[in-house]
């Protein structure tokens, strides 16, 4: 199985402020024939199920603010979200979808300093 | 409108089985594979596996054989997923969520249900 490690577990972020996470998986999620890396993001709420964020590692679910990117190709990634709104509070999780069975990151929870 | 739509809150005891539904509408529920995903109480997200609800087939990681199924009513749009056994460590949240991709098995997951609570205690 492909494991996902995220980083930090959590971190707190000012308003307006750049927020970063990263996620590491433990082998390459880049599928070579067409250069796309199977991996996404997800932001949960309390109370809610998770909703997708970014998938291919970079392309923004539509409806999502450009606030959010994501970056990264191989083995490494990140989540950025680019000026934190107080919307933004979740705990956000990547996924790779490369090989079965798919796994998910432990998860990232996103608070206001 | 896309929307899954699942059963509600369980309790059971060590040892029973319990069976929850997802009821899919907005869309083709044939032709998308469905994943149920689980979240124990403050923890991160596990896959149990998928249903093709088109041919019926299902692939679950191995340490969820014997133990899960899951099956579909395509007349209903819904599938269900069942498991037996039960301990305490599958007191969790159970999502159903669709595959975004059509046809394929492997993808990311838009939309998903609301979730139901099982809660195992004796």
């Known amino acids: 199985d492909i494991v996902m490690t995220q980083s930090p577990d959590s971190l707190a972020v000012s308003l307006g402020e750049r927020a970063t996470i990263d996620c590491k998986s433990s082998?390459?999620?880049?599928?070579?024939?067409?250069?796309?890396?199977?991996l996404a993001w997800y932001q949960q709420k309390p109370g809610q199920p998770p909703k997708v964020l970014i998938y291919w590692a970079s392309t923004r679910e539509s409806g999502v603010p450009d606030r959010f990117s994501g970056s990264g190709s191989g083995t490494d990634f990140t989540l950025t979200i680019s000026s934190l709104q107080a919307e933004d509070v979740a705990v956000y999780y990547c996924?790779?979808?490369?090989?079965?069975?798919?796994?998910f990151g432990g998860g990232t929870k996103v608070e206001i300093k | 409108q896309l929307q899954l739509v699942q059963s509600g809150a369980e309790v059971k005891k060590p040892g029973a089985s319990v069976k929850v539904s997802c009821k899919a509408s907005?869309?083709?529920?044939?032709?998308?594979?469905m994943y149920w995903v689980r979240q124990a109480p403050g923890q991160g997200l596990e896959c149990m596996g998928w249903?093709?609800?088109?041919?019926?087939?299902?692939k679950h990681p191995q340490r969820f054989q014997g133990r899960v199924t899951m099956t579909r009513d395509t007349s209903m749009s819904t599938v269900y997923m069942e498991l037996s056994n039960l301990t305490s460590d599958d007191t969790a949240i159970y999502f159903c969520a669709r595959v975004k991709r059509a046809v394929n098995p492997d993808g990311w997951f838009d939309p998903w249900g609301q979730g139901t609570l099982v809660t195992v205690s004796s």
């Open positions: 907005g869309y083709s529920f044939t032709g998308y594979h």
């Open positions: 082998q390459s999620v880049l599928y070579t024939s067409n250069k796309k890396n199977y």
């Open positions: 249903i093709n609800p088109n041919s019926g087939a299902t």
């Open positions: 996924q790779q979808y490369y090989s079965s069975p798919l796994t």
